[in-house]
Protein backbone atom coordinates (compact mmCIF):
# COMPACT_ATOMS: atom_id res chain seq x y z
CA UNK A 1 0.00 0.00 0.00
CA UNK A 2 1.58 3.30 -0.72
CA UNK A 3 2.21 5.97 2.31
CA UNK A 4 3.02 9.63 2.09
CA UNK A 5 3.85 11.13 5.46
CA UNK A 6 4.34 14.65 5.50
CA UNK A 7 6.33 16.35 8.14
CA UNK A 8 7.92 20.08 9.06
CA UNK A 9 5.07 22.65 8.79
CA UNK A 10 5.15 24.89 11.06
CA UNK A 11 4.30 28.54 12.43
CA UNK A 12 6.53 31.26 10.93
CA UNK A 13 6.89 35.34 10.08
CA UNK A 14 6.91 37.00 6.40
CA UNK A 15 10.59 36.03 4.75
CA UNK A 16 11.15 33.31 6.81
CA UNK A 17 12.18 30.01 5.31
CA UNK A 18 10.91 25.93 6.25
CA UNK A 19 11.77 22.74 4.67
CA UNK A 20 8.81 20.29 4.46
CA UNK A 21 9.92 16.59 3.87
CA UNK A 22 7.54 13.48 2.57
CA UNK A 23 8.94 9.71 3.44
CA UNK A 24 7.41 7.88 0.76
CA UNK A 25 6.62 3.90 1.09
CA UNK A 26 4.88 0.85 -0.87
CA UNK A 27 5.97 1.91 -4.39
CA UNK A 28 9.29 2.44 -6.20
CA UNK A 29 9.79 5.99 -5.30
CA UNK A 30 13.25 6.08 -7.40
CA UNK A 31 11.24 5.75 -10.49
CA UNK A 32 8.45 8.03 -9.31
CA UNK A 33 7.28 11.84 -10.11
CA UNK A 34 6.35 13.69 -6.99
CA UNK A 35 4.26 16.48 -6.68
CA UNK A 36 3.61 19.19 -4.15
CA UNK A 37 -0.13 20.14 -4.26
CA UNK A 38 -1.25 23.32 -1.53
CA UNK A 39 -4.85 24.46 -0.17
CA UNK A 40 -5.01 28.16 1.44
CA UNK A 41 -7.72 27.72 4.03
CA UNK A 42 -11.37 27.77 2.83
CA UNK A 43 -9.53 28.01 -0.32
CA UNK A 44 -9.48 25.35 -3.54
CA UNK A 45 -6.33 23.44 -4.42
CA UNK A 46 -3.44 25.10 -5.86
CA UNK A 47 -0.04 23.17 -7.89
CA UNK A 48 2.97 24.30 -6.30
CA UNK A 49 5.66 21.91 -8.12
CA UNK A 50 6.73 18.60 -9.78
CA UNK A 51 10.30 16.89 -9.70
CA UNK A 52 11.16 14.29 -12.34
CA UNK A 53 12.63 11.12 -11.62
CA UNK A 54 16.39 10.87 -11.91
CA UNK A 55 15.99 8.66 -15.08
CA UNK A 56 13.46 11.38 -16.70
CA UNK A 57 16.42 14.08 -15.54
CA UNK A 58 15.32 14.81 -11.91
CA UNK A 59 14.16 18.37 -12.80
CA UNK A 60 11.62 20.38 -11.16
CA UNK A 61 9.04 22.54 -11.98
CA UNK A 62 7.14 25.30 -10.24
CA UNK A 63 3.90 27.14 -10.21
CA UNK A 64 4.73 30.83 -10.85
CA UNK A 65 3.45 32.11 -7.32
CA UNK A 66 6.55 30.35 -6.26
CA UNK A 67 9.45 30.37 -8.94
CA UNK A 68 12.49 31.39 -7.64
CA UNK A 69 11.77 30.73 -4.05
CA UNK A 70 10.56 27.42 -3.60
CA UNK A 71 12.85 24.33 -4.55
CA UNK A 72 11.92 20.98 -4.86
CA UNK A 73 14.79 18.29 -4.15
CA UNK A 74 14.61 14.50 -3.82
CA UNK A 75 16.58 11.66 -1.67
CA UNK A 76 16.10 8.53 -2.87
CA UNK A 77 18.26 6.24 -0.50
CA UNK A 78 15.67 7.72 1.97
CA UNK A 79 12.02 8.09 -0.10
CA UNK A 80 11.85 11.28 0.35
CA UNK A 81 10.89 14.45 -1.10
CA UNK A 82 11.74 17.94 0.05
CA UNK A 83 9.98 21.29 -0.30
CA UNK A 84 12.66 24.04 0.62
CA UNK A 85 10.63 27.30 0.78
CA UNK A 86 12.34 30.69 0.88
CA UNK A 87 11.11 34.10 1.13
CA UNK A 88 7.78 33.43 2.54
CA UNK A 89 4.43 35.40 2.49
CA UNK A 90 1.41 35.28 4.38
CA UNK A 91 -0.10 34.17 0.90
CA UNK A 92 2.11 30.83 0.51
CA UNK A 93 -0.30 29.78 4.36
CA UNK A 94 -1.54 26.87 3.67
CA UNK A 95 -1.91 22.82 3.69
CA UNK A 96 0.94 20.95 1.40
CA UNK A 97 0.10 18.19 0.37
CA UNK A 98 2.91 15.58 -1.26
CA UNK A 99 1.46 13.39 -3.81
CA UNK A 100 2.67 10.49 -6.23
CA UNK A 101 2.08 12.32 -9.90
CA UNK A 102 3.25 9.80 -12.43
CA UNK A 103 1.43 10.84 -16.30
CA UNK A 104 -0.23 14.32 -14.60
CA UNK A 105 -2.28 12.52 -12.24
CA UNK A 106 -2.24 13.15 -8.84
CA UNK A 107 -3.26 9.50 -7.46
CA UNK A 108 -1.89 9.49 -3.96
CA UNK A 109 -1.80 11.92 -1.42
CA UNK A 110 -0.45 12.60 1.80
CA UNK A 111 -2.54 13.91 4.98
CA UNK A 112 -0.73 17.30 4.48
CA UNK A 113 1.33 19.58 6.61
CA UNK A 114 0.11 23.05 7.78
CA UNK A 115 1.95 25.72 6.97
CA UNK A 116 1.10 29.21 8.68
CA UNK A 117 3.09 32.43 7.95
CA UNK A 118 2.39 35.59 10.18
CA UNK A 119 3.79 38.32 11.46
CA UNK B 1 -0.92 28.52 -18.03
CA UNK B 2 -4.01 27.22 -18.64
CA UNK B 3 -6.84 28.25 -17.04
CA UNK B 4 -9.59 26.39 -16.06
CA UNK B 5 -12.71 27.41 -15.20
CA UNK B 6 -15.80 25.30 -13.04
CA UNK B 7 -19.34 25.61 -12.96
CA UNK B 8 -21.15 25.84 -10.77
CA UNK B 9 -18.82 26.95 -7.67
CA UNK B 10 -21.81 25.56 -5.49
CA UNK B 11 -25.33 23.42 -5.99
CA UNK B 12 -27.73 21.81 -3.84
CA UNK B 13 -29.54 18.35 -4.75
CA UNK B 14 -31.56 16.16 -3.38
CA UNK B 15 -30.80 12.42 -2.71
CA UNK B 16 -31.36 10.34 -6.24
CA UNK B 17 -31.05 13.41 -8.58
CA UNK B 18 -28.40 14.07 -11.71
CA UNK B 19 -25.75 16.24 -10.44
CA UNK B 20 -23.42 17.50 -13.09
CA UNK B 21 -20.31 19.44 -13.37
CA UNK B 22 -18.73 21.67 -16.00
CA UNK B 23 -14.93 22.41 -16.05
CA UNK B 24 -14.26 24.73 -19.27
CA UNK B 25 -10.36 24.94 -20.50
CA UNK B 26 -9.01 28.07 -21.76
CA UNK B 27 -7.27 26.10 -24.45
CA UNK B 28 -8.03 22.99 -26.04
CA UNK B 29 -6.53 20.30 -23.55
CA UNK B 30 -7.40 17.20 -25.55
CA UNK B 31 -8.53 14.67 -23.09
CA UNK B 32 -5.75 16.03 -20.61
CA UNK B 33 -8.46 16.17 -17.45
CA UNK B 34 -8.76 14.72 -14.26
CA UNK B 35 -11.91 14.83 -11.47
CA UNK B 36 -10.83 14.60 -7.65
CA UNK B 37 -13.12 14.74 -4.74
CA UNK B 38 -12.27 15.94 -1.63
CA UNK B 39 -14.18 15.43 1.57
CA UNK B 40 -13.83 17.80 4.31
CA UNK B 41 -10.70 17.71 6.47
CA UNK B 42 -9.42 15.38 3.78
CA UNK B 43 -7.01 14.88 0.78
CA UNK B 44 -8.38 14.82 -2.19
CA UNK B 45 -9.12 11.19 -3.87
CA UNK B 46 -8.44 10.68 -7.62
CA UNK B 47 -11.66 9.98 -9.04
CA UNK B 48 -11.65 9.88 -12.97
CA UNK B 49 -8.49 9.92 -15.35
CA UNK B 50 -8.08 11.15 -18.68
CA UNK B 51 -11.79 12.39 -18.85
CA UNK B 52 -13.67 9.86 -18.79
CA UNK B 53 -11.90 6.51 -17.25
CA UNK B 54 -12.95 5.78 -13.19
CA UNK B 55 -10.41 4.92 -11.08
CA UNK B 56 -11.09 1.37 -9.25
CA UNK B 57 -13.28 1.22 -6.62
CA UNK B 58 -14.84 4.95 -7.69
CA UNK B 59 -19.35 3.63 -7.98
CA UNK B 60 -20.40 3.46 -11.56
CA UNK B 61 -23.05 6.14 -10.88
CA UNK B 62 -19.73 8.72 -11.25
CA UNK B 63 -18.55 9.44 -15.19
CA UNK B 64 -16.84 11.87 -16.91
CA UNK B 65 -16.84 12.83 -20.72
CA UNK B 66 -15.59 15.52 -22.84
CA UNK B 67 -12.46 16.74 -25.00
CA UNK B 68 -10.81 19.71 -26.47
CA UNK B 69 -11.76 22.90 -23.76
CA UNK B 70 -14.99 21.46 -22.36
CA UNK B 71 -15.89 18.53 -20.07
CA UNK B 72 -18.50 17.47 -18.28
CA UNK B 73 -18.65 15.37 -14.48
CA UNK B 74 -22.00 13.86 -13.60
CA UNK B 75 -22.85 12.18 -10.33
CA UNK B 76 -26.35 10.09 -12.18
CA UNK B 77 -28.05 9.10 -8.58
CA UNK B 78 -26.98 11.75 -6.00
CA UNK B 79 -26.16 9.51 -2.62
CA UNK B 80 -25.15 11.23 0.77
CA UNK B 81 -21.72 9.84 0.75
CA UNK B 82 -20.88 12.19 -2.26
CA UNK B 83 -21.17 15.42 -0.34
CA UNK B 84 -17.75 17.04 -0.97
CA UNK B 85 -15.91 19.30 -3.24
CA UNK B 86 -15.09 18.05 -6.56
CA UNK B 87 -12.49 19.63 -8.56
CA UNK B 88 -10.74 19.07 -12.01
CA UNK B 89 -7.12 19.65 -13.15
CA UNK B 90 -5.66 19.76 -16.67
CA UNK B 91 -2.40 17.56 -17.32
CA UNK B 92 -1.97 18.99 -20.88
CA UNK B 93 0.99 21.09 -19.64
CA UNK B 94 3.17 19.07 -17.36
CA UNK B 95 5.32 21.55 -16.54
CA UNK B 96 1.92 24.01 -15.40
CA UNK B 97 -0.77 21.76 -14.06
CA UNK B 98 -3.45 23.12 -12.85
CA UNK B 99 -6.76 23.12 -10.99
CA UNK B 100 -10.33 24.33 -11.27
CA UNK B 101 -11.71 26.34 -8.78
CA UNK B 102 -14.07 23.69 -6.97
CA UNK B 103 -17.65 22.95 -6.85
CA UNK B 104 -19.54 22.07 -3.58
CA UNK B 105 -22.24 19.58 -3.62
CA UNK B 106 -24.58 19.49 -0.77
CA UNK B 107 -27.68 17.33 0.20
CA UNK B 108 -31.19 19.89 -0.01
Known amino acids: EVYLVESGGALLKPGGSLRLSCVAS????????MSWVRQAPGKGLEWVGRIKSKSDGGTADYAAPVKGRFTISRDDSENTVYLQMDNLKSEDTAVYFC??????????WGQGTLVTVSS | DIQMTQSPSSLSASVGDRVTITCQAS??????LNWYQQKAGKAPKLLIYVASYLETGVPSRISGSGSGTRFTFTISSLQPEDVATYYCQQFHNLSGLTFGGGTKVEIK
Open chain 2, 27 to 32: QDISNS
Open chain 1, 26 to 33: GFSFNTAW
Open chain 1, 99 to 108: TLSPGGQFGY
